[in-house]
């Protein structure tokens, strides 16, 4: 059977989606994944056909916020690393619900006539995929990143959806903006998803998430000698120096060591001089620095957010948008963190204090990291794709 994958062009789109191509492949189908240029080298790496589908999620912001109009007005030379932070944050319904979509479904309409598979594998947050198999008469699955939040900014995403698939000819069943109608592949726990998806009767299948794993050694000899740290990033799109230095002030006052992991939009210069217990690194290994963490202070983001709890760590949310307030209200539902909605550094200091103190976050954390081992693996949904294809 050929398989298309098709993700968002973001490492947080693409990663949840290859533990099911992986376990695909090695059932034996030919799979090819579609998603932006940029990380058609990421794929390569992991053995699979890439095929374009859609530009980076930068450029997409870059789009939404008025494209060459905003080049021009910014000299022509600005990067998405250049968009202020709050700006992008602002620009995600029209991005995920119109930019991206619109160039996905233009991309895949003559790639899905040339490799003609028998099923489509598209992202939540990539309904251009969809889009793009329903005109070609094509059957699909959505598959999941994280929690699928039903709420104000939700809603807002899924009318925009539902306004672009208007344009583009294509019928949505019963407003299901997300999955279009298709069968969802839901890698989040239960206890974490958002209640609302659980009893909406909303075709689904459950699938142990299964964080990217790399290997490295991390910076400053952390973590060898078994003494506690906590691990920082704010993610690879939205994150700003600004909003990271105050999190490494509000870090301090703890006395632990601190491993900053910047991402690409934020240069370590710009975080000015560093307190001797804090190292930062661009990227680093984050499966080996969950191993050995202490306390987690991310952004919010899915992936990081499931593989925190895989690993069974508590975590402090600080949202940078995106999906990042509704897997923070998650988290701090179940117990397994908090979240800082007012970022200061005072507020960092005195929750990272209360999560570090008490062993209910941990406990929390552990009890979800158990749920999720016992959930269907990759290869078991591998195995009940072409049902899906009949």
């Known amino acids: 059977m050929r398989i298309l994958f098709a993700s968002v062009g973001n490492f947080g789109h693409i990663f949840p989606l290859l533990p099911l191509a992986r376990a695909a492949r090695a059932a034996g189908h030919e799979v090819a994944f579609a998603t932006g240029e940029q990380f058609h080298q990421t794929l390569r790496e992991a053995g699979f056909e890439p095929v374009t589908a859609g530009r980076s999620v930068p450029e997409a912001f870059i789009e939404a916020a008025g494209g060459q109009a905003f080049l021009e007005q910014h000299g022509g030379e600005v990067g998405a690393q250049d968009v202020p932070a709050e700006v992008l944050a602002d620009l995600h319904i029209k991005v995920f619900g119109s930019v991206l979509p619109r160039w996905v479904a233009a991309d895949l309409a003559p790639a899905l006539e040339r490799l003609r598979p028998d099923l489509v594998v598209h992202e939540v947050l990539n309904p251009g995929a969809g889009f793009a198999a329903r005109l ?4 699909a699955v959505a598959h999941g990143v994280g929690v699928l939040a039903q709420d104000h900014e939700a809603a807002r995403l899924q009318q925009e959806v539902l306004a672009t698939a208007a344009e583009l000819g294509v019928d949505v069943p019963d407003g299901q ?95 000015g001089e560093l307190p001797d217990n804090v190292v930062a690194a661009p990227w680093l290994p984050q499966s080996q620095v969950l191993a050995r963490a202490a306390l987690v202070v991310q952004h919010g983001g899915s ?88």
């Open 177 to 271: 903006a997300f999955t279009l109608g298709n069968t969802l592949i839901d890698i989040c726990p239960p206890s974490l998803q958002d209640p609302a998806v659980l009893s909406s009767g909303l075709p689904r299948i459950e699938q142990r998430p299964v964080s990217f794993k790399e290997e490295g050694e991390l910076p400053g000899g952390l973590g060898t000698s078994g003494e506690p740290f906590v691990y920082l990033t704010l993610g690879t799109a939205l994150g700003s120096a600004e909003n990271l230095r105050t999190v490494i002030d509000g870090l301090t006052p703890l006395g632990l060591p601190v491993l900053v992991a910047t991402g690409f939009r934020v240069q370590i210069a710009d975080l």
């Open 303 to 390: 992936g990081t957010t499931l593989a925190t709890l895989e690993a069974g760590l508590p975590q402090l949310i600080v949202p940078q948008g995106a999906d990042g307030p509704a897997n923070g209200r998650a988290v701090h539902a179940a117990g397994a963190g908090e979240v800082v909605f007012d970022l200061t550094a005072e507020t960092v200091t005195e929750y990272a204090r209360r999560i570090l103190g008490d062993d209910g976050y941990r406990e929390a954390a552990r009890k979800i990291a158990a749920e999720i081992a016992s959930l269907p693996g990759p290869d078991e949904i591998a195995a009940k794709l072409p049902s899906f294809a009949a």
């Open 136 to 139: 070609a008469g094509i059957p």
